[in-house]
């Protein structure tokens, strides 16, 4: 069986493991021991507080197969994305060049430095396990966030972001980075992308040009490569639009990968989770149904896992001892459910992303 829970110190190994793994590797997720260990610091003790508005709190998930004794999987919730110093992205913008003069006028694609992202809540840091990749467990750990988020929304913000690894070239090299940001750092991206991640991201500003960057005069590689996910994380972004988060304007800083944005009022997740009382019953008696995620109501014991939405004609969610067991709840208890399968949604076509 598959869980999400949060992280332990005993958990270190397994994140060395999963950061050093995460193809490609993710900046909010450096292999570095001490970072990590302070992540897990971190997060238990955000876990723990007392909670009234969104601050600097990081919570730090871990997927673990139980029949296994194996942590498979991590994920991150940053409370507000730029609380102690601002996170940073790319806004694409369109300016206005004209002459009435000589009867010119020009739409010009740019990108400006920009820090509007930094009061969003972001999802961040996911690593999974290669032996679970095209299961289950990639929406789970994917989504057991939200499920976390919709039952304490006073620790988040309304909106909820996620930014896209970017587009690499076969030989594992940032068109956009060095197109743009090698000629400011003189490092290549694997190098700053590692230094980003273990150290404060103050030199963002210090050192990044302050005004618009036009993209006329970037390299054709670099301009196609700018909204555009790396393709191992093409399906990620397809669940997360079907979930209802929107591409907006944003892109990553260093390798110009998308940023999702969405209102978590009009996430599917938050639309169609639902509180039933546990009732337990025999697995070999259960009546079958669609999979969704259970998760129970205990903030730092909180657990998530993966079971059939059986209800009983009054409303009762029908587990199994195992299920009841992995949530740590008993009959009669409220568990939180949501359906796990996406398809089928649609989003808003009404829905205007420059609100985002």
């Known amino acids: 069986m598959l869980v999400v829970r949060p992280t332990r110190l005993t958990d ?25 260990e302070e992540r897990i610091t971190r997060s238990l003790r955000a876990f723990g507080a007392e909670v009234d508005v969104p601050g600097d709190e990081h919570y730090t998930f871990v997927l673990e197969d139980t029949e296994r004794k194996e942590v498979v999987g991590t994920a991150t919730i940053r409370a507000l994305a730029g609380y102690n110093e601002a996170y940073y992205t790319y806004r694409q913008e369109t300016l206005i060049h004209a002459s009435q003069q000589l009867n ?11 820090h509007e992202v ?3 809540s972001l999802l961040c840091a996911l ?3 290669p032996r679970y990749k095209g299961t289950n ?50 490092r290549d991206y694997d190098e700053i992308n590692y230094f980003a991640g273990v150290r404060s ?25 700018i909204g555009r996910e790396h393709p191992v994380h093409e399906p990620a972004l397809e669940e997360m639009l079907a979930e209802g988060f929107l591409r907006s304007r944003h892109v990553d800083l260093f390798d110009a990968g998308p940023v999702i944005k969405g209102d978590r009022s009009r996430l599917e997740t938050f639309r169609h989770a639902a509180w039933h009382p546990v009732r337990i019953r025999p697995e070999h008696a259960l009546p079958d149904a669609e999979l969704a995620m259970i998760a129970n109501q205990q903030q730092q014991d909180f657990r998530c896992t ?11 969610l029908m587990l199994s001892q195992e299920h009841a067991e992995a949530l740590g709840v008993e009959e009669g208890r409220a568990v939180l459910a949501a359906p796990l399968n996406l398809a089928g949604s649609e989003i808003d076509p009404g829905y205007d992303e420059g609100e985002l």
């Open 118 to 120: 930094s009061d969003a």
């Open 104 to 114: 010119v006028r020009r739409e010009v694609q740019t990108l400006a430095l920009s």
């Open 201 to 225: 991201k103050s030199f963002i500003a210090e050192v990044m040009p302050q005004f618009p960057l036009y993209l006329a005069m970037l390299t054709p590689q670099a301009r196609a490569s």
């Open 306 to 316: 993966v079971a059939r939405y059986a209800l009983s004609p009054t409303g009762q």
């Open 137 to 186: 467990a990639e929406s789970l750990l994917r989504r057991a966030r939200l499920m976390f988020i919709a039952q304490y929304p006073e620790r988040f913000a309304d909106i909820l972001a996620m930014a896209f690894p970017g587009y690499l070239d076969d030989a594992g090299e940032s068109p956009f980075w060095n197109s743009v940001g090698r000629h400011f750092f003189a």
């Open 127 to 129: 690593s999974l396990d």
């Open 12 to 36: 270190l190994p397994a994140l060395e493991r999963l950061a050093g793994s995460a193809a490609p590797r993710l900046t909010n997720l450096p292999a570095h021991r001490d970072r990590l």
